[in-house]
């Protein structure tokens, strides 16, 4: 029987099935309105992010990209600046730093939790250092009382990217809160996922979420009179919508991703290395990354044992080809070991407590024989 057993990677059609009424009489309800682009559905939307994340303002926006090249660009960095980012953060993170006209300064991450390295950052510092940007990786959290220190010593701005992390608390401070600005994708995958594509940002500056709102807009101070060069980065009504409905159990889903990840690091062989787990941090286990030499080897006989991986991920942005002209002769080998020893575990809200038994099944049966 278990020979038949297929564990997907992830089921987006599962984890939505639990939701799917409500999504209906949602969609209906938007589409018998006639308004489908920033109304009260995103409005409320806004309101409720902005409530459960314990922050002023939320401004939803197309998607975590957007979210965050529009802090960067609502921030007025100075052109040319330097941002400070994690080398192994998602190319996404690094492309909204050069999109905003600002040049990336990759240092090595936390080898423990695979975050940015505190330590790191005062070698990083130049003279033309703008901003620190966190990218909260795989559901945990970076060390923010240590980066939230060097930045107000040196008068650095400093923004997280959320988008793996809704929910994720640090000493019971809300991811998104530690900063200046904090962007959120709401990619299908993610934790709280729409059913397209999606974003937010939230801040607690008010200047900068009256100028981000323009912006998402064309830059409209009101229709028709334009005040920024801004872009169209709106979020859709029926997003919205199914992202209201979602909210209400975003709790219940981090929750369920919480036990899985513990069967996983109560079960595998210590063979694996296993996601750091901090007494500080509720992470949201977005993904539950091991770690292993041979990880191409053994994703290999995962899959002819029919259970889905993915690698997050395969290539590091120093060694991306959009990249090798800015950083191509560098070299990052924390960095480089992550990427060519990471390997993501199923661990979705569509998942059973007994589909990851089987996972830890297979994979001690990788190491044991
Ligand atoms: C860490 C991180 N930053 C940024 C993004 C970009 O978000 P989006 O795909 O919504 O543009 C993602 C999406 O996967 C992400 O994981």
Redesign the pocket.
């Known amino acids: 029987m278990d020979s038949k057993r297929k564990i997907d990677y992830e089921n987006l059609r599962a984890v939505n099935n639990s939701f799917l009424s409500e999504y209906h009489k949602k969609s209906a309800e938007v589409i018998e309105k006639g308004w489908y682009i920033l109304g009260q559905e995103v409005d409320k939307f806004e309101k409720e992010y902005a409530s459960y994340n314990d922050i002023e303002h939320c401004i939803g926006v197309a998607?975590?990209?957007?979210a965050?090249i529009l802090i960067l660009e609502g921030l007025d960095l100075p052109k040319g600046s330097e941002v400070i980012i994690p080398a192994n953060?998602?190319i996404?993170?690094i492309i909204s730093v050069i999109r905003a006209g600002l040049v990336p300064v990759l240092v090595e991450p936390d080898i423990r939790n695979y975050n940015l390295d505190p330590e790191k950052l005062s070698d990083a510092l130049t003279d033309k250092t703008s901003a620190v940007m966190v990218?909260h990786?795989y559901g945990g959290m970076t060390d923010m009382p240590s980066v939230k220190d060097f930045c107000t010593s040196h008068n650095l701005y400093l923004i997280e990217?959320c988008?793996?992390a809704h929910g994720a608390r640090l000493n019971d401070k809300m991811s998104g809160t530690w900063g200046d600005a904090a962007?959120f994708?709401?990619?299908p995958t993610k934790n709280l996922g729409a059913l397209g594509?999606a974003?937010a940002i939230v801040t607690s500056d008010e200047k900068l979420a009256t100028k981000v709102r323009m912006m998402r807009n064309y830059g409209f101070s009101k229709k028709y009179y334009c005040d920024y060069l801004g872009y169209n980065s709106r979020l859709d009504e029926l997003q919205a919508a199914f992202l209201r409905v979602k909210l209400k159990n975003l709790e219940d889903i981090n929750n369920h991703k919480r036990n899985l990840a513990q069967i996983y690091l109560n079960r595998l062989n210590s063979a694996y290395t296993l996601p750091y787990v901090s007494s500080d941090v509720v992470n949201v286990f977005h993904i539950f990354p091991i770690r292993y030499e041979k990880r191409d080897d053994l994703r290999k006989f995962l899959a002819e044992h029919n259970i889905g991986t993915e690698i997050h991920y395969p290539v590091p942005p120093h060694q991306q080809e959009c990249l090798k002209d800015l950083y191509g002769s560098f070299s990052f080998p924390i960095s480089e070991e992550i990427h060519s020893t990471i390997l993501s575990l199923p661990i979705s809200y569509g998942h059973m407590e007994a589909d990851i038994e089987y996972v830890c099944k297979i994979m001690n049966k990788y190491i044991e024989g």
């Open positions: 998607s975590g990209l957007d965050l953060a998602y996404a993170s990218v990786l990217d988008a793996q962007a994708s709401f990619y594509d974003g």
